[in-house]
């Protein structure tokens, strides 16, 4: 099992995630977790006077790939 976390980013392209793991060519099992922004994701705290009360889900969102192809190409 390889851990890794796709650190948030901010560019002219708009947001995105760096890949920070290298990975072999071959069949993975890919388990995701998204947590809400509330909790201080990508800098966002939901606590100042810019937010939007009840914009985000409370609960991490949770996500699993079964068998995913890495054919080693980056994009």
Do not use: C
């Amino acid at each position: 099992t390889d851990l890794g976390t796709m650190m948030p980013m901010i560019a002219s392209d708009g947001p995105h995630y760096g890949n920070n793991i290298s990975l072999e060519p071959g069949n993975y099992d890919v388990s995701l977790t998204i947590t809400s922004p509330a909790d201080d994701f990508m800098l966002h705290t939901g606590n100042d006077s810019s937010g939007v009360k009840g914009r985000f889900w409370d609960e991490p969102l949770k996500f699993e790939f079964k068998n995913w192809q890495w054919d080693g190409q980056l994009i």
